[in-house]
């Protein structure tokens, strides 16, 4: 063998075996990779609300949308300043259940996302009241 054939064969035959041991390796999940904001759909989440558990419900709408019907015992928090408003009411944010939801899912999700960013851990994104077939009040 030459030495350009032997170089060749060395190079291939440890890219193979990189490789290999890269893909060997099996993903196991961890806190880290487990995302802290669940889904939640509005049977469940009326029968949460429903159970008298403790969750803080919050409405990222404008005041104005607010003001047109939301869901009973929602605060208004806009998305623009959720996190701000979030630490405002002293929450703890390992445990304090936080329901997030808007007009059709797009803010909820980011405000969600803001939360879970700042730190808060037990998040549920209710999504959006279009799909709330439940009461609202003005």
Known sequence: LTMKQYLTFFLLAATVLLLSACMSKSWTPTAET???????????????????????????????EYAEGHIPNAVNIPLSGIVKGVNDLGLDKESSAIVVYCRSGRRSAEAATALSNAGYKNLFDLGGIIDWPYEIEK
């Open 34 to 64: 487990t995302p802290v904001i669940k889904k939640l759909l509005p049977d469940k989440a009326k029968e949460l609300f429903g159970n008298n558990s403790s969750y803080v419900l919050i409405d990222v709408r404008e005041p104005y």
